[in-house]
């Protein structure tokens, strides 16, 4: 089954402080994966693609296929990146289809 | 950058009413629309792609009967909740598919639209 796991719904650390906001996932074939943000009150958008491989606002994403993981980094959180960030995969290497995990929210402390 | 729109934001409706949900493109074309459903706390549910010009297609367990999509132009696709019941009161949120340059589609998500029956 094609699944997305984010296994924690809340993840709070301090400004300058390392994060690492965590994604498994579970698909037999070569997913595309996504990383969305939702500040507050304001729409999904689109923070990272792994086949982009970029980094956007600091923040880092790798494939690892072994481990089926797409773990979100950031080396130094801002209070700005204080948001809801969804891990998600698209079965079919575009964009469509797309199925999210449950999500976690970060909170950066000042 | 590319703009998806959705009428109303949020909307109150009787049981047993209908309710429609406009998604827009502004700036953009988009032969594809997706329908989400989002529960409080909860994850985006992908209810049913909408592509312009023929029928969407319903993932499992989505009532195409009940939550009827029409996508009759390039930049606009409607999800109609017909008959709606308390059950049905949740976060209705579309997307619609864009190239980005180098010709990878991007899906931009609109706001979301509130429906609570009563």
């Known amino acids: 089954a094609q699944r997305v796991t984010q296994p924690e719904k809340l993840l709070s650390v301090f400004k300058g402080a390392p994060v690492e906001l965590k994604c498994n996932y579970s698909?037999?074939?070569?997913?595309?994966l996504f990383w969305y943000v939702q500040y507050s009150r304001q729409r999904l958008q689109l923070l990272l693609r792994h086949i982009s491989r970029e980094s956007i606002k600091g923040f880092t994403a790798d494939l690892n296929k072994g481990e089926t993981s797409f773990h979100l980094k950031k080396p130094f959180a801002q209070e700005e990146d204080s948001a809801m960030y969804y891990c998600a995969l698209s079965p079919g290497g575009s964009q469509g289809n797309l199925i999210f995990g449950k999500g976690t929210k970060l909170s950066v402390k000042p | 950058g590319a703009v998806v729109s959705q009428h109303p934001s949020w909307v109150i409706c009787k049981s047993g009413t209908s309710v429609k949900i406009e998604c827009r493109s502004l700036?953009?074309?988009?032969?594809?629309m997706f329908w989400y459903r989002q529960f409080p706390k909860q994850s985006l549910m992908l209810m049913a792609t909408s592509n312009e010009g023929s029928k969407a297609t319903y993932e499992q367990g989505v009532e195409k009967d009940k939550f009827l999509i029409n996508h009759a132009s390039l930049t606009l696709s409607t999800l109609t909740v017909t008959s709606a019941h308390p059950e049905d009161s949740s976060f209705y949120i579309c997307s619609a598919l864009s190239p980005l340059a180098g010709g990878i589609d991007t899906q931009y998500f609109g706001p979301g639209t509130r429906l609570t029956v009563l």
């Open positions: 698909y037999s074939g070569s997913p595309e």
């Open positions: 700036d953009f074309q988009a032969t594809t």
